[in-house]
């Protein structure tokens, strides 16, 4: 179309629109035979076979009909349509489309019908329409878009990402369909999505919002290196945005680059001296580089200020606390930057929680409890101070104590799954194998994919002679991917073992644990007390015995171990050892009532 036409269309689409305001209003009849006319002009109609001119985003906008090719009738429903449209009447308009569908199946109808299905909320609907329309005219981009809204509109993002392919195929210059496009991939597509913004950059130029999304998505899959780059590309468009200079420091500082992220905060701390937020990142950068003595430069100032805000304190200890993992040579100083935390605010439950980790790592075990009981009583809300406090007791074996900590902390917060999960081990530890049941059961309920909780409660159920329920949850385990899968594998090779079921499954179940851990003494166990009861002693008493050397050298072998191997030697008649056996572990077990039975009678 050339200028003058285009001004020509434009002028007559301002008297179009004129008309159908007076025309609204009832002033005439003359009125309406003139709005139909111009609707019979061809500059105004819109070919079914190309691209349609509608005006887009707002509710009033009407869409454009060939008059020159359209049964009249069809024509006066669609001007009535079009009408309550402006007026935005849709049931009436959609009255008046279907109407005019009687008389006429054009493509501009079934488009106008779709818009204001979707305006009522009626997206089925609108999707049906939508779709004839674009199925008749498929080189109509509103008509696509217009679908393309309103399945994205109905979360159906595979079927607008297909429209929004389709308009930048046939229109490669819609800026705004390939935005789109990228937007819909990007939860569920990243790597297609970024192919996306890539072509938006490379056809249209650096554009803020998407290097934005593109700045993201490379954070998201941890390519910092890419990331800082997008971020620095967004830097030279907007040189004086600091927020933006912050997280190209922090990109820098992830992707492992110290020294770039250190001239940016150089540069940011040369445009705001007092900026404490950038001087602890500046000392976090040293601390990360483990030079430590430029570290104190930035941190010392800040941490001997008595008004410097707690938050900022605190991220500063978070810094030497994650670095204390990898350095533990900065424990005592990590240690007293939360003491002096704790000592400028001891109504703040934060240090406290810092302080009963700390402790935790170091076996601290008093530390640790009374770190975590202050934490309890300040912030009763927190499940991660009733979790803390457990765990220290159950790192002691003082099973009771951690149930009744757990207990009061998941009455207070019943839907914190770790305080389910910690409080069924410390029911199974006391051999409250019911409630260790329970307490499972509904950490399950909350996390159904949960490893740990999976294991555990299959090993209660067994426990509980529930062993279809046991077998169950083992299996389910094992088709679970973790680091701890030999120990599901060891646990239901040795409850098929008591059961003296599927014994040949359980021996491969066992021999598969003892390939993650040779040394474990209870693998060694469970493999020895399979082949006892295939009948294989000399083998099971092989397994034994590297069992019991094993435990001997941790400590104190189980009272389990001394009994399976009194079993094996009574098997292999040789009383004299079996009975020997038989009493180190009742020594070891004092209140086991089948050991007894067996030293007393010397038998089996």
Request: charged fraction near 25%; hydrophobic fraction near 40%; aromatic fraction near 10%.
């Amino acid at each position: 179309m050339t200028i003058p036409q285009l001004v020509i269309q434009t002028l007559k689409w301002y008297i179009f629109c004129i008309v159908f305001t007076l025309m609204s209003r009832g002033r005439c009849r003359m009125l309406r035979i003139m709005c139909v006319l111009v609707l019979a002009m061809p500059f105004l109609a819109g070919c079914s076979g190309g691209t349609a001119t509608t005006r887009e985003g707002h509710p009033g906008a009407i869409s454009a009909l060939p008059a020159d090719t359209v049964d009249p009738r069809a024509l006066k429903h669609f001007v009535d349509g079009s009408t309550y449209e402006l007026e935005s009447d849709f049931a009436k308009a959609i009255l008046e489309f279907q109407d005019a569908l009687r008389y006429s199946r054009d493509p501009a109808i079934y488009f106008a019908l779709s818009r204001n299905y979707s305006f009522l909320g009626k997206q089925s609907l609108a999707i049906d329409a939508g779709r004839e329309a674009v199925r008749l005219s498929p080189r109509a981009l509103d008509y696509r878009r217009n679908l393309a809204d309103i399945y994205y509109t109905a979360f159906q993002l595979d079927s607008a990402a297909h429209q929004y392919e389709q308009i930048v195929q046939i229109d490669s210059t819609d800026a705004s369909a390939w935005f789109a496009l990228g937007r819909i991939y990007e939860t569920r597509k990243p790597l297609r999505a970024l192919e996306i913004y890539e072509q938006i950059l490379t056809r249209f130029g650096p554009d803020w919002n998407v290097l934005l999304q593109v700045a993201e998505l490379y954070n998201k899959q941890g390519q910092y290196a890419k990331a800082a780059a997008t971020l620095l590309t967004m830097k030279h468009l907007d040189p004086a945005n600091q927020p933006l200079q912050r997280s190209l420091a922090q990109t820098y500082v992830k992707a492992g680059n110290y020294d770039e992220a250190l001239k940016v905060y150089t540069e940011l701390l040369a445009l705001d001296p007092g900026n404490l937020d950038y001087t602890a990142d500046m000392g976090g950068v040293y601390l990360l580089k483990q030079q430590y003595t430029e570290a104190s430069k930035y941190f010392e100032p800040i941490l001997s200020q008595d008004s410097v805000a707690i938050e900022v304190k605190l991220r500063i200890g978070q810094v030497y606390y994650d670095q204390m993992q990898r350095d533990s040579t900065l424990t005592p100083l990590a240690h007293s930057i939360f003491e002096g935390i704790r000592s400028e605010h001891p109504e703040d439950w934060r240090p406290y929680w810092f302080l009963g980790a700390m402790a935790s790592l170091a076996r601290e075990d008093s530390g640790a409890v009374a770190n975590f009981r202050r934490m309890t009583e300040l912030a009763s809300w927190n499940p991660d101070g009733w979790v803390g406090l457990g765990l220290a007791y159950l790192g002691k074996n003082e099973f009771g104590e951690a149930a009744r900590v757990l207990e009061t902390g998941q009455r207070q917060i019943p839907n914190d799954f770790r305080l389910n999960y910690f409080l069924g081990v410390a029911y199974s530890r006391l051999s409250q194998q019911g409630d260790a049941a329970r307490a499972l059961e509904r950490a399950l309920q909350i996390n159904a994919e949960d490893f740990e909780a999976t294991a555990e409660l299959a090993m209660v159920y067994d426990a509980l002679k529930r062993h279809g329920e046991s077998d169950s949850l083992y299996e389910r385990a094992l088709r679970m991917t973790h680091p701890s899968r030999d120990l599901a594998l060891n646990n239901y090779a040795y409850a098929l073992a008591e059961r003296g079921t599927q014994l040949e499954r359980a021996k491969e179940m066992s021999e598969e644990a003892l390939k993650a851990q040779p040394d474990n003494d209870s693998y060694l166990d469970t493999r020895g007390w399979i082949a006892f009861k295939l009948g294989d002693y000399a083998e099971a008493e092989r397994y034994i015995a590297r069992a019991l050397e094993k435990g001997k050298e941790k400590g104190e072998p189980s009272a389990t171990l001394y009994d399976h191997m009194g079993d094996i030697y009574f098997m292999l008649g040789e009383k004299g050892k079996a009975l020997e056996y038989w009493k180190a572990a009742l020594k070891s077990d004092p209140e086991n009532a089948g050991l007894k039975e067996k030293v007393s009678r010397g038998s089996l």
